[in-house]
């Protein structure tokens, strides 16, 4: 059998694990990205991860890791493979301190830890406010050394079209565009891996990379792979406004002890300074006594829609409120959260560290993605390391990893679990490939070679349907309004109607992109050609998000609808009847609803369906919350 | 008159075509950055003379100044253009691709050879594989932690090569950026075992001897990472080598 070799579509802390893994496994990987890998969105990522050390005296521990990221993704993630992440977790850690990440240190030169939201203890790694990036670079250098090696063949500024699937279903190799000739090629594989990352572009702007589209999956899930909990998105409280892109303030402002506030009253027209303390309405404190400015995301988002759009309280009457750091030392700020406030003071103006910065929640990471599989191990009620089921996809032969699969973080992903989750599902991404090439009978060089030219001549057709249309729509134009459409009904907030009329609207969307024309024809490095194809997949991807959502008549986690939410009894609490009533209620209501949505394309759009969710770990007894 | 933000680019259509100045003009509105203008354009590609053309080609990617994508010459300066801002800049805005690196189109550039560089200095910490071995890292004080994050803010973004006059097609200097990288993993408590495989690296031709002292680099580096500081600390450690390689051998 020839040497087995696997494609790793994606240069973020997702594929770069993964390919590591499989170099390491003896595997050569071709790695395909965009762009250069080191400019991949995982470089974003600010606060830092979350890793069970133990070091505050709080008497932290992985049990309380696997508790927290269960209930802070309100039961939706299956939980033997949450349980061997947080195990892993302190492991992971200890190797990127290894490769040299610059992680900030303690007086005794150990590692620091910090708070992040949805927790109690301090557990969250960090090198500043950079971390994501450090992690990136860290990892880079080390494919970097494999590439010297040999191991590794990249393949930067190309971009996935299609999976090469044979007769029995079974991916073979992907077929790729080449960004600067604008040449399709066919790959051949043993095995695939996606690692794509999240599809903010849907909403238009988020707080994710312009490369944030989501066409990757989609396209791998119009070849037949499912996709898990579409509907459930996270929308980050506190981000900038641009016209461009709303660019997150980190959960770390809140967990170094940033305070969230408006005026108290409504229209107040005083500058932030001059508003009294006593005239300042700190509403997350108020209303979460015990988390106060770190309840999670989902929390948060939903109380400041509460107080801008359903109070009229926001500051200067908009859509905008205070996350206040002006009270912390300069010199404290400067060494935790610098590379963010810096930012700020870029694109604002306005200097964080005397005027509190003015932010809203912007979509920012999606929790639904891929359907992964994975090995249940029966003594331990984690999974089985280095499982061909693992991350496997329902196509066999096709993994995913990273923000684009469904794993971990159900309902709602707390911070600072998506840089572990990132890494952590590429390494077993890897070793699960790894584990799945050394089961197959035959390799990829079997397949004729017409398969692949088949689907070649495909991908060439529909590039070149594309550059002869004339007089057409605007890609651009039509991505405008599909974050319109997403922005307005598909948001913080979620209501039946809004939904029906999303959908329709994505219908119509889909309509004109299909007379899509490009304004470049050109054979060189022609911008215009991807970026339609990518707006056509966004629409795929947007219209499950919405039907998934609009199938889902419950609040869980992200996901939000007044018209069904169970109300938590004000004061009341465990012992209480009314909230062992509410209790009672909420236990029905996940009998019918503690189920991942599942859809399949179709050609009449995505079929949902809905599957059991693991709760073999901690049995969903107690509602979630963080008064 | 409507107030308008104007736009002058220089294009080209491939590697191997000659260079022209296009001009554009959008509808002004308070908080655009270069990108964010670029973006319209993609939408609007109308030039000054009222013709539709080929949008322009350019590169970025986060839009917050941490993946160095979206580098050009913007008034004169090599910068990031998404922290550009718009109301910050003298108009016209002219836009230029970086000079020291092969055009791809327009103002988007090839910067492998920055890439390449840090394979030559093996910026890496060399590893016995990624397995966790249940040890972390020695211990790193905080303040030479403080050092290794400013040096490790680099994101091969190409400021500091672009005008660093002795990194040119003409020489064969290695440039500012990978110096940095090398002192990052030299002063690393493990990378710094493998210290004298890359200083070698740089004490053959092109290498830090080639450093003119011009001291540009650090004043246009976006991370403010203390690159003069970094050749000087390579400086001194390559002497401290190159004495050792004569009398320990």
Redesign the interface.
């Known amino acids: 059998m020839a040497k087995q070799r696997v494609v790793v579509i994606g240069g973020g802390l997702g594929g770069l694990?993964a390919a590591?893994?499989l170099v390491?496994a003896g595997y050569p990987v071709d790695l395909f990205s965009l762009?250069?890998v080191?400019?991949?969105?995982s470089?974003?990522a600010q606060g830092g991860l979350n890793a069970v050390l133990d070091i505050k005296g709080q008497r932290d521990s992985i049990q309380q890791h696997i508790i927290d990221t269960i209930k802070g993704g309100d039961y939706l993630g299956d939980q033997p493979p949450i349980k061997t992440m947080c195990e892993?977790a302190p492991?992971?850690i200890?190797?990127y301190?290894?490769?040299?990440v610059?992680?900030?240190?303690?007086?005794?030169?150990?590692?620091d830890q910090r708070l992040f939201g949805g927790v109690k203890n301090r557990r969250t790694c960090f090198?500043?406010a950079?971390t994501g990036?450090?992690l990136l670079?860290?990892i880079d250098?080390?494919i970097?050394?494999k590439?010297?090696q040999a191991g590794v063949t990249k393949y930067e500024y190309w971009e996935f079209l299609s999976l090469v699937l044979d007769d029995a279903g079974v991916c073979r190799g992907i077929t790729a565009l080449n960004l600067?000739t604008m040449q399709v090629q066919a790959f051949r594989a043993d095995a695939v891996i996606l690692a794509t990352g999240g599809a903010g572009l849907i909403w238009g702007r988020s707080t994710m990379?312009?490369?944030c589209t989501g066409a990757a999956t989609a396209r791998a899930y119009q070849q037949g792979a499912k996709f898990g909990n579409a509907e459930f998105s996270q929308f980050h409280p506190t981000a900038m406004k641009?016209?461009?892109?709303l660019?997150?303030m980190s959960e770390a402002c809140r967990g170094e002890g940033g305070r969230i506030w408006v005026p108290r009253k409504a229209g107040d027209q005083r500058a932030a300074k001059s508003v009294p303390e006593d005239e300042r309405f700190y509403f997350l404190e108020e209303w979460y006594p015990t988390y106060g400015n770190t309840v999670p995301r989902d929390v948060a988002s939903r109380a400041i829609v509460r107080a801008t759009r359903h109070m009229g309280l926001g500051v200067r009457g908009q859509e905008v409120v205070y996350l206040d750091l002006t009270h912390k030392p300069r010199a404290f700020l400067e060494?935790r959260l610098g590379?963010i406030l810096e930012?700020y003071e870029?694109?604002a103006?306005q200097d964080p560290y005397v005027n509190p910065m003015e932010i809203f929640p912007a979509m920012h990471y999606t929790m639904g993605g891929l359907w992964v599989g994975y090995e249940k191990d029966a003594q331990t009620g984690g999974i089985v390391r280095a499982h061909p089921k693992n991350h496997a996809t329902t196509i066999p032969g096709l993994y995913a990893c990273g923000e684009c699969d469904f794993a971990y973080h159900g309902a709602n992903r707390l911070g600072a679990n998506s840089l572990l989750s990132a890494s952590y599902s590429g390494?077993v991404a890897g070793d699960a490939t790894a584990a799945y090439l050394k089961s197959l009978k035959s390799s990829s060089d079997k397949l004729p070679q017409s398969a692949y030219d088949a689907e070649k001549k495909r991908q060439e057709e529909i590039n070149q349907a594309l550059l002869t249309r004339t007089g057409g729509e605007?890609a651009?134009?039509l991505h405008?309004k599909l974050g319109e459409v997403m922005s307005e009904h598909v948001f913080v907030e979620r209501e039946n109607k809004g939904l029906d009329n999303a959908l329709a609207e994505i219908g119509t969307l889909k309509e004109r992109a299909r007379k899509i024309a490009l304004?470049?024809?050109?054979g060189?490095?022609n911008?215009?050609l991807p970026?339609a194809r990518q707006l056509q997949d966004m629409l795929v991807m947007a219209e499950v998000v919405t039907k998934c959502a609009r199938l889902r008549d419950e609040c869980r986690g992200s996901h939000y609808k007044a018209e069904f939410e169970l109300k938590q009894p004000e004061g009341k609490f465990a012992g209480d009847p009314e909230y062992e009533a509410y209790k009672a209620t909420w236990k029905t209501n996940n009998e019918k609803w503690l189920k991942h949505s599942i859809a399949t394309h179709t050609s009449d759009g995505p079929k949902v369906e809905y599957w059991p969710v693991e709760v073999s770990v901690m049995a969903p007894e107690t509602p979630r919350d963080y008064r | 008159m409507e107030k308008t933000i104007h736009l002058r680019i220089k294009r080209q259509d491939g590697p191997a075509s000659s260079p022209y100045w296009e001009e554009f003009k959008l509808p002004y509105a308070p908080q655009h950055n270069v990108i964010s203008a670029l973006l319209y354009l993609r939408e609007h590609p109308i030039n000054l003379r009222g013709e539709r053309v080929a949008p322009v080609v350019w590169e970025s990617n986060c839009m917050e100044e941490v993946c160095g994508a979206c580098t050009m010459i913007v008034n004169g300066t090599p910068r990031q253009a998404c922290a550009a801002l718009v109301d910050d800049l003298a108009q016209p805005i002219v836009l230029e691709p970086l000079v020291k690196f092969p055009i791809v189109r327009d103002l988007h550039v090839d910067r492998q050879k920055m890439f390449d560089a840090l394979k030559k200095v093996k910026a890496w910490v060399p590893l016995d594989g990624s397995q966790d071995i249940h040890q972390h890292a020695p211990r790193i004080a905080p303040a030479d932690q403080a050092l290794r994050y400013a040096f490790s803010r680099c994101m091969t973004c190409g400021c500091c090569m672009e005008v660093c006059p002795q990194y040119h097609d003409a020489s064969a200097f290695i440039g500012p950026a990978p110096l940095g990288q090398t002192a990052l993993h030299n002063s690393h408590p493990t990378g710094g075992f493998f210290k004298e495989e890359r200083l070698h690296a740089l004490m053959e031709k092109g290498g830090l001897a080639d450093c003119g002292n011009a001291q540009n680099c650090v004043k246009v580096c976006p991370k403010d990472i203390p690159l003069t500081q970094a050749i000087g600390e390579l400086g001194r450690q390559a002497t401290i080598q190159w004495l050792r390689d004569i009398f320990v051998k």
């Open positions: 694990w590591l893994r390491e762009f250069p080191k400019r991949s969105h470089c974003c892993d492991g992971l200890r190797t301190d290894r490769m040299g610059t992680f900030s240190r303690t007086p005794e030169g150990i590692m090198a500043g950079t990036a450090q670079y860290s250098e080390q970097r050394a590439e010297d600067k990379s312009s490369s641009g016209h461009d892109k660019r997150l060494a590379g930012m870029t694109f103006g390494r605007n651009s134009t405008h304004d470049d024809k050109s060189w490095t911008q215009t970026w």
